[in-house]
């Protein structure tokens, strides 16, 4: 797999993936270098795929944090 591929897109597509998918989120949670392997379908080194883990756990965490904003909003 050709790792010059649009970083940023990829995050996003992933995300999606595993945010609609609780088993990958599961997945993702437990072992999140093998999940995304799993997900693009290639085995490549963990020092190649860290950046695309990073930016799925920087979204999740991020969408994990408006949702929460977003229940607060409601009790006031």
Known sequence: MDMNFD???KIEELVEKIQKD???LKSFQADPIKTVE???GVNLPDEKLQ???AGIK???AA???GDMLGGLKKLF
């Open 7 to 9: 970083v940023k897109g």
């Open 22 to 24: 609780p088993v990958k």
């Open 38 to 40: 799993g997900l693009l």
């Open 51 to 53: 950046p695309l883990v």
């Open 58 to 60: 920087a979204k999740l």
């Open 63 to 65: 969408g994990d944090i």
